[in-house]
Antibody, heavy 121, light 110 residues
Framework: EVQVMESGGGLVQPGGSLRLSCGAS????????MSWVRQAPGKGLEWVSS????????YYADSVKGRFTISRDNSKNTLSLQMNSLRADDTAVYYC??????????????WGQGTLVTVSS | QSALTQPASVSGSPGQSITISCTGT?????????VSWYQHHPDKAPKLIIY???KRPSGVSDRFSGSKSDNTASLTISGLQAEDEADYYC??????????FGTGTKVTVL
């Protein structure tokens, strides 16, 4: 059974940093692109970042470019999101999602339950 | 990367059909056949119900169908059931391996 599970969320002050992790099981992690999608309170889904299966290429939404870094460790079946210079509008539930193939095409077949990040003083 | 436009809410009675629109631009929906739809119940993980405009993943009811015309994609739910009450989001490839979601539609079963 395919499973992805996020962790690492919490309360952080504006300007601070946080690192999210996503553990994956039930599929050959190293052969699939992965992504992060977030949902702010009362708002819709927003694509944040994607990474190819081999970690060769990363992609970011304009809203997080230069502040967030996506990475993966295929030996540990783990996806990460390093979030720096956090702002109040980064407050959201962050979801980890598995894409269809080696490169991201925005076809998110499996999602985790999400982890809440709150940016507040 | 502006969000695709969806109606805020759509409602229907059990057994009826409803259609949710998703309007983008020539830079996303209008150019690429990489439109997907997601069903999201509160406090649950979103679920993929349509991909590549009109394909259904294994296990998804055939009551869900998708289509596209010019810059607008559509999701139709036929034979509406109580369990269909949820939020629905479209998503489109927007070039250079970036993606854009729709604003979301709350479906209410009357």
């Amino acid at each position: 059974e395919v499973q992805v599970m996020e962790s690492g969320g919490g309360l952080v002050q504006p300007g601070g940093s946080l690192r999210l992790s996503c553990g994956a099981s039930g599929f050959t992690f190293s052969t699939y692109a992965m992504s992060w999608v977030r949902q702010a309170p009362g708002k819709g889904l927003e694509w944040v970042s994607s990474i190819t299966s081999s970690s060769g290429t990363t992609y970011y939404a304009d809203s997080v470019k230069g502040r967030f870094t996506i990475s993966r460790d295929n030996s540990k079946n783990t996806l990460s999101l390093q979030m720096n210079s956090l702002r109040a509008d980064d407050t959201a539930v962050y979801y980890c999602a598995k894409d269809r193939g080696f490169v991201p095409v925005g076809e998110f077949h499996y999602w985790g339950q999400g982890t809440l990040v709150t940016v507040s003083s | 990367q502006s969000a695709l436009t969806q109606p805020a809410s759509v409602s229907g009675s059990p057994g009826q059909s409803i259609t949710i629109s998703c309007t983008g631009t020539g830079s996303d929906v209008g150019t690429y056949n990489l439109v997907s739809w997601y069903q999201h119940h509160p406090d649950k993980a979103p679920k993929l119900i349509i991909y590549d405009v009109s394909k259904r993943p294994s296990g998804v009811s055939d009551r869900f169908s998708g289509s596209k015309s010019d810059n607008t994609a559509s999701l139709t739910i036929s034979g509406l059931q109580a369990e269909d009450e949820a939020d629905y989001y479209c998503c489109s490839y927007a070039g250079s391996s970036t993606f854009v979601f729709g604003t979301g539609t709350k479906v209410t079963v009357l």
